[in-house]
């Protein structure tokens, strides 16, 4: 059985900083994709970012280029987000999720394409 846990969240002042890690465990499969997803009060569940694990693309969502960072750490299986300079809007409850390599489900973007998800860690931002 394959487990996701996310460590890392918290509580924050704008303009702060916050690293978020994200570990897969448990039964063997190959993970091609992980991704961040974020789900804002009242709002839908949104990825904010994504890092193949054979190969080094990375997608950042328009809302967090150049203040977010995705790394990777493959053996380990583990997953990082750097936050910086966090804003008020920042604020949600953090998904990790883990994918296998299936056709048809690129860019590893949507919320289907991903087939293990963590349960999540809060992030607050305060102004």
């Known amino acids: 059985q394959v487990q996701v846990e996310e460590y890392g969240g918290g509580s924050v002042q704008a303009g702060g900083s916050l690293r978020l890690s994200c570990t897969v465990s448990?039964?063997?499969?190959?993970?091609?994709?992980m991704a961040w997803f974020r789900q804002r009060p009242g709002k839908e569940r949104e990825c904010v970012s994504r890092?193949?694990?054979?190969?080094?693309?990375?997608y950042y969502a328009n809302f967090v280029k150049g203040r977010f960072t995705i790394s990777k750490d493959v053996a380990k299986n583990t997953m990082f987000l750097q936050m910086n300079s966090l804003k008020s809007e920042d604020t949600a409850v953090y998904y990790c999720?883990?994918?296998?390599?299936?056709?048809?489900?690129?860019?590893?973007?949507?919320?289907?394409?991903?087939?293990?998800w963590g349960q999540g860690t809060q992030v607050t931002v305060s102004s």
């Open positions: 999720a883990a994918a296998e390599r299936v056709d048809g489900r690129n860019p590893y973007t949507e919320e289907k394409a991903y087939d293990y």
């Open positions: 448990g039964s063997s499969f190959s993970i091609y994709s």
């Open positions: 890092i193949y694990f054979p190969a080094e693309s990375k």
